[in-house]
């Protein structure tokens, strides 16, 4: 079954459509209904927004995206949730543990260097806690890179020190966990025990491509809908603001000419403040999801809704 993706400029109509997935085919009575959210503000205000449309809001759980996902992992998989040592603040304890051990190898030279004069190991800590959180941001979008790294396909230090990190065998990491789900979710036949039956993401502006997958492969087994906030009707994913379309214009090859969609044409505030929601709608778009619209002219009695109009349009 496909991932569900519904867009619209008001936050109020996604919660209508929200609303009508739930009541128009109910679960079973027991089993907790499922809406993932970024912050308990939005889940205060989306469980308000429920009661008021169909008369009561129970039996809902509102969990992060990173919780339900360490869910996702233990119902294909059984391994669940990473290793609690690549959580940042632990992996910097034991990333300082062994920098001093590394040295020696002529890889480290450049933190040797640096490591040279530190009688307080102050520079080691800060160090160690970088790195931590490099680390963390690579098993976020880089995930194939440390699984390379682990198979010694890289030789830079950077790659030497996972090794040495991976070598006691702490246990699974984020990275490992979703080549899991790749195979498991493809082998398997029948639909994962202890998960709900459907999933619905609720006004989230942005995740991580590792998310996203998660929830993509959770598609091919359960209801999945994205209720997704888009300003704009129209296809924005390559616009560009001044200071991109400046970098895009000294590209070699693309001489000096007018760009295939002149600046003029686009909303200078999407393009300047949309980046994130643009690359995110591609994101969601490159799933090949079924895409729902259901867009609403905001009015142009006041200035705000004439600004919104703009840019809808």
Not at 112 to 140: E, T
Not at 182 to 191: F, P
Not at 224 to 252: A, Q, T
């Amino acid at each position: 079954m496909p991932l569900v993706l519904i867009s619209s400029n008001r936050l109020e109509v996604l919660a209508e459509h929200l609303a009508a997935v739930l009541g128009e085919a109910p679960v079973s009575p027991l089993a907790p209904e499922i809406i993932l959210v970024q912050s308990r503000g939005m889940e205060h205000w989306v469980s308000l927004e429920l009661a008021r449309r169909l008369g009561v809001c129970a039996n809902i759980r509102f969990p992060f995206p990173n919780h339900f996902v360490g869910l996702v992992f233990a119902a294909f998989s059984g391994a669940g949730r990473e290793a609690p040592i690549f959580n940042p603040q632990r992996l910097s304890w034991r990333i300082m543990d062994l920098l001093p051990g590394c040295l020696e190898d002529s890889a480290f030279q450049s933190l040797g260097n640096y490591l040279a004069d530190d009688p307080s190991h102050l520079k080691n800590f800060q160090l160690a806690q970088r790195l931590a959180f490099l680390y963390d941001q690579y098993l976020l979008f880089r995930p194939e890179m440390v699984l390379d790294w682990e198979k010694g396909r890289e030789d830079h230090w950077q790659a030497r020190l996972w090794r040495k990190l991976m070598a006691a065998k702490p246990g699974p990491h984020r990275a490992a966990l979703l080549q899991d789900l790749r195979q498991a979710a493809r082998r398997r036949l029948k639909r994962p025990e202890g998960l709900p039956q459907r999933v619905n993401v609720f006004g989230i502006s942005a995740l991580p491509p590792f998310h996203v997958e998660v929830l993509a492969l959770l598609a091919r087994h359960r209801h999945v809908h994205f209720f997704l906030l888009n300003p704009c009707r129209e296809y924005w994913g390559d616009i560009l603001s001044r200071r991109e379309e400046k970098g895009f214009r000294k590209r070699p090859g693309r001489g000096t000419g007018a760009l295939e969609r002149p600046g003029e044409f686009w909303n200078p505030l999407l393009a300047a403040w949309g980046q994130m929601g643009r690359e995110f709608l591609d994101l969601l778009l490159s799933q090949d999801p079924e895409w729902r619209e259901d867009f609403r002219e905001p009015g142009l009695d006041f200035l705000l809704g004439r600004l919104q109009a703009d840019i809808l349009d």
